[in-house]
C-alpha cells in the first residue's frame, strides 16, 4: 500500500534537500514496469520464433484482465476504497465492444463510445457509492455489479447466459501499420502498447495534485476537508477514472476471444482482480501489472492438473493478506526505494 | 378476490416469510460479528452453504432430521472459533481492518465453496423433506416444513435475543462491543467472546443450511446467491443491530415476494437493491442502532 504521506522526508546526507517519498516510490515503479515491459518482449520475440499461438492469446488475456486490476488499484491502493464490483465496468466495456463491432463499428469507434459510455455509467454509479466509504462502499459496489450483472444474464437482446458470440476480427489502424486483431502477435503487442499508455496515463493522473488528494484520503480522510478539499468529489473522480481504465480494457476483451458472456461482469471477475491487485501490491500500480501476469501463468499451470485451481489461489491469496499484506511488488519496490536513495547519497 | 388471497397472495407470502427467517438467520450471525468484532465475513455465505452440505452428507448417512438440526450447529461452533483465533485475529490489529478482514473472509469463502465442489461435486443436490403434507387454515394451504421452519427460525431469534438482553453473558457480549478495553479491564475475557460470537454467528449460517436444504437446493455457490440479500437485511437494519435484521428481514423478503407477483422475479434483486441505495442515501446507519449502543 502507498506510503502515508508524512510530507517531505529530510535526508540527512544532503541536510536541507528533502526526498519525495510519493515521488520515489513512482520512480520504483516507472523502473518494474520498464523490466515488465522488457520481459513482454522477450516472450513476444520467443513465442513469434516459436510459432506459438495459445501463450500469446494467453498472455494478452492476462494483459487485458491487468487493465481491470489497474483500476481497482486506483480505488484500493490509492483511495482506499474497496471495489468488490469493478467487472461492472469492465463488462460494460466488453458488452459495448461486441455489440458495436457486431454492427460493423470501427476500432476508434468503439472506444470512443466505450470511453463516453464507461464515464457516464460511471459517473451516476459514482453519485451513489460517494457518498459512502469503507464497509459500505465494498457492499453497495458488490450489490450493484451483482444487479448489473443479473439484469445482462436476464436480458434476451444481449444473449441473456449465453452471452454474445461471432464478434468479428477487427481491424486497428495506428498510421504507420494496421493491426488485425485475429494475429496472435500482433494483437499482443497492441495491446501491451495500450496497458502501458493506461500505466502511464494513470502514474502521471497520480501523480497531479488530484493524486495527492486521493493518497491523503487513504491516509486520513477527515484531514482532508481541513486542506480545503472535497473527499467526496475526489472520491468520485476516481471511482469515474477506474471505471474509464476498466472499460476501455474490457473493450479490448471480445477483440480477442471474439465473444462476451455474463461470466465478465460477475463476482467471479470482481473477486480475481482484487486478488490480483492485492497479491500484486496495492499502491504500486505496477503491482497490478505482475499480478495478472503472475496469477495467470500459476492458473495456467495449475490448471493444467486441476481445475480446481481456485483453492491453491484462494490459499495464496489468504497467505498473501495476512504475511505479505503489502503485496509482492511491494516488498519488492520497497528495497528499490531504499536503493534509490543510497544511489542518490553516494 | 378472495381467491387470489387463498391461493395466490397468501401462499406467496408464507413462501417469503420462510426465507424471511432463514435469512434473519444469516443476518443474525453477519450482524452479531459486526457489532461485536467490526469485521465484515465475506465467507458467511460459504459457512451457510457448509451447514446445508454437512446436513445433506449426514442425513446420506442415515442420521435423522431432528438430530442434525442440533449436531450441524454444534459442529459449526469450533470450525468458527478455529477460523476466528487462527485467521481474523492475526490481521485483526492491521491499521485496516475493515479492509483487511473483508479480503481475508472474502479469500476463505473461494477456498470454502472450491473444496465444496471438490467433495460433493458441482451439481446440484437436494435432501428429503422431513416434513411432508399440508395444513389448512381459512382455506390456504400451509405447507408443514414451511409452517416448522419460520415457529423454529423465530424462537431460535427470540432466544438469541434474549440471551443477548437478558444474561450475564449477554451482558458481556454488549460491554464488549460497546468498548472492548473498557470491558477487558472490567474482567470480560474480550478475546474469548470474540471467538465465541465468531463462532455462534457462524451456527447461524450453518443452521439456516440446514433449514433451507430440503425448501431450496445445494449446491457449491449457493452462498453467494443468499449473501447480497443477507448483507442488505444487515446494512437496512443497521450494522450490528438484532432487531434491525429481523425487521429488514422480514419486510425486504416481503417486499420480494409480493412484488415478484406483479414483475418477473428477476428484477425482485434490482428492487430489494434500489432499497438498499436509497437507506444508504437517506438514513446510513440503518433503521437500528449498533449492538451494545441504546
Same mark, same amino acid.
Given at each position: 500500500m502507498v506510503e502515508a504521506a508524512t510530507g517531505p522526508v529530510a535526508d540527512p546526507a544532503r541536510g536541507a534537500r528533502p526526498i519525495d517519498r510519493i515521488g520515489l516510490a513512482m520512480r520504483a515503479s516507472h523502473l518494474l514496469a520498464l523490466l515488465l515491459l522488457a520481459g513482454c518482449l522477450v516472450f513476444a520475440l520467443v513465442a513469434w520464433r516459436t510459432g506459438d499461438v495459445f501463450y500469446l492469446r494467453l498472455a494478452t488475456e492476462a494483459l487485458i484482465f491487468a487493465g481491470l486490476a489497474l483500476s481497482v488499484d486506483i480505488l484500493l491502493g490509492y483511495t482506499g476504497l474497496l471495489s468488490l464490483g469493478q467487472a461492472?465496468?469492465?463488462?460494460?466495456?466488453?458488452?459495448?465492444?461486441?455489440?458495436?463491432?457486431? %454492427?460493423?463499428?470501427?476500432?476508434?469507434?468503439?472506444?470512443?463510445?466505450? #470511453?463516453?459510455?464507461? !464515464?457516464?455509467?460511471?459517473?451516476?454509479?459514482?453519485?451513489?457509492? %460517494?457518498?459512502?466509504?469503507?464497509?459500505?462502499? *465494498? #457492499?453497495? !459496489?458488490?450489490?450493484?455489479a451483482q444487479v448489473a450483472a443479473k439484469a445482462v444474464y436476464n436480458t434476451r437482446e444481449l444473449g441473456a447466459s449465453d452471452g454474445l458470440i461471432g464478434v468479428p476480427i477487427v481491424k486497428i489502424a495506428l498510421g504507420f501499420t494496421t493491426v488485425s486483431s485475429d494475429s496472435p502477435i500482433g494483437f499482443f503487442l497492441f495491446v501491451l502498447g495500450f496497458m502501458v499508455l493506461l500505466y502511464l496515463a494513470l502514474s502521471y493522473l497520480l501523480d497531479t495534485p488530484f493524486g495527492r488528494i486521493l493518497i491523503a484520503i487513504r491516509s486520513n480522510e477527515r484531514r482532508v476537508p481541513f486542506l480545503g478539499y472535497q473527499p467526496q468529489r475526489a472520491r468520485l473522480c476516481a471511482y469515474v477514472a477506474a471505471g474509464i481504465v476498466a472499460a476501455l480494457s474490457g473493450a479490448l476483451y471480445p477483440m480477442l476471444r471474439g465473444f462476451v458472456s455474463p461470466e465478465l461482469m460477475s463476482f467471479t471477475t470482481s473477486g480475481n482482480a482484487v486478488i490480483t491487485v492485492v497479491t500484486g501490491g496495492a499502491g504500486t500500480l505496477v503491482g497490478a501489472l505482475y499480478g495478472s501476469v503472475i496469477l495467470t501463468a500459476l492458473r495456467s499451470v495449475i490448471g493444467s492438473w486441476t481445475s480446481h485451481h481456485l483453492i491453491v489461489i484462494? #490459499?495464496?491469496?489468504?497467505?498473501?493478506?495476512?504475511?505479505?499484506?503489502?503485496?509482492?511488488?511491494?516488498?519488492?519496490?520497497?528495497?528499490?526505494?531504499?536503493?534509490?536513495v543510497r544511489r542518490r547519497t553516494r | 378476490m378472495i381467491d387470489y388471497l387463498q391461493f395466490v397472495l397468501a401462499p406467496q407470502m408464507v413462501t417469503g416469510l420462510s426465507l424471511g427467517v432463514a435469512v434473519i438467520l444469516v443476518a443474525l450471525g453477519l450482524t452479531i460479528i459486526f457489532g461485536l468484532l467490526d469485521v465484515i465475513n465475506m465467507s458467511h455465505g460459504e459457512?451457510?452453504?457448509?451447514?446445508?452440505?454437512?446436513?445433506?452428507?449426514?442425513?446420506?448417512? @442415515?442420521?435423522?432430521?431432528?438430530?442434525?438440526?442440533?449436531?450441524?450447529?454444534?459442529?459449526?461452533?469450533?470450525?468458527?472459533?478455529?477460523?476466528?483465533?487462527?485467521?481474523? /485475529?492475526?490481521?485483526?490489529?492491521?491499521p485496516d481492518r475493515h479492509t483487511t478482514t473483508l479480503l481475508l473472509t472474502f479469500g476463505l469463502g473461494l477456498v470454502i465453496?472450491?473444496? #465444496?465442489?471438490?467433495?460433493? @461435486?458441482?451439481?446440484? /443436490?437436494?435432501?428429503?423433506?422431513?416434513?411432508?403434507? *399440508?395444513?389448512?387454515?381459512?382455506?390456504?394451504?400451509l405447507p408443514n416444513y414451511r409452517?416448522?421452519?419460520?415457529?423454529?427460525?423465530?424462537?431460535?431469534?427470540?432466544?438469541?435475543?434474549?440471551?443477548?438482553?437478558? !444474561?450475564?453473558l449477554g451482558a458481556m457480549v454488549r460491554a464488549a462491543a460497546f468498548d472492548r478495553h473498557m470491558a477487558a479491564s472490567l474482567g470480560v475475557p474480550v478475546g474469548f467472546v470474540f471467538a465465541g460470537a465468531f463462532a455462534f454467528g457462524i451456527a447461524l449460517a450453518g443452521l439456516a443450511g440446514v433449514l433451507l436444504a430440503p425448501v431450496y437446493s445445494v449446491f457449491p455457490t449457493m452462498g453467494r446467491d443468499f449473501i447480497l440479500l443477507a448483507f442488505t437485511v444487515v446494512?437496512?437494519?443497521?450494522?450490528? %443491530?438484532?432487531?434491525?435484521?429481523?425487521?429488514?428481514?422480514?419486510?425486504? !423478503? /416481503?417486499? /420480494?415476494?409480493?412484488?415478484?407477483?406483479?414483475i418477473s422475479p428477476v428484477w425482485s434483486d434490482p428492487i430489494v437493491f434500489g432499497i438498499l441505495v436509497v437507506m444508504l442515501v437517506v438514513r446510513p446507519q440503518g433503521l437500528f442502532g449498533r449492538l451494545g449502543r441504546g
Open positions: 461492472l465496468y469492465f463488462g460494460l466495456g466488453a458488452y459495448m465492444s461486441a455489440v458495436l463491432l457486431r %454492427s460493423g463499428w470501427s476500432f476508434a469507434g468503439v472506444m470512443a463510445a466505450v #470511453l463516453l459510455g464507461a !464515464t457516464v455509467v460511471s459517473f451516476l454509479g459514482g453519485l451513489i457509492v %460517494s457518498r459512502v466509504r469503507g464497509v459500505y462502499f *465494498a #457492499l453497495i !459496489t458488490f450489490g450493484m484462494g #490459499l495464496i491469496f489468504m497467505a498473501v493478506v495476512i504475511f505479505f499484506p503489502r503485496g509482492l511488488i511491494g516488498v519488492i519496490r520497497a528495497r528499490l526505494e531504499s536503493w534509490l | 459457512f451457510y452453504a457448509v451447514g446445508a452440505y454437512l446436513a445433506l452428507a449426514l442425513g446420506a448417512a @442415515g442420521l435423522n432430521f431432528w438430530l442434525l438440526l442440533v449436531l450441524v450447529p454444534l459442529l459449526m461452533l469450533p470450525i468458527g472459533f478455529l477460523v476466528e483465533k487462527g485467521l481474523i /485475529q492475526r490481521v485483526f490489529n492491521s465453496e472450491e473444496t #465444496l465442489a471438490v467433495i460433493f @461435486g458441482p451439481n446440484t /443436490q437436494r435432501p428429503p423433506t422431513p416434513i411432508r403434507g *399440508a395444513v389448512e387454515v381459512f382455506g390456504v394451504m409452517m416448522f421452519l419460520i415457529g423454529f427460525g423465530l424462537s431460535v431469534v427470540a432466544a438469541v435475543a434474549l440471551v443477548i438482553y437478558r !444474561t450475564r446494512i437496512v437494519g443497521g450494522m450490528g %443491530s438484532i432487531a434491525g435484521a429481523v425487521v429488514a428481514g422480514l419486510v425486504l !423478503t /416481503q417486499i /420480494q415476494a409480493i412484488s415478484s407477483l406483479f
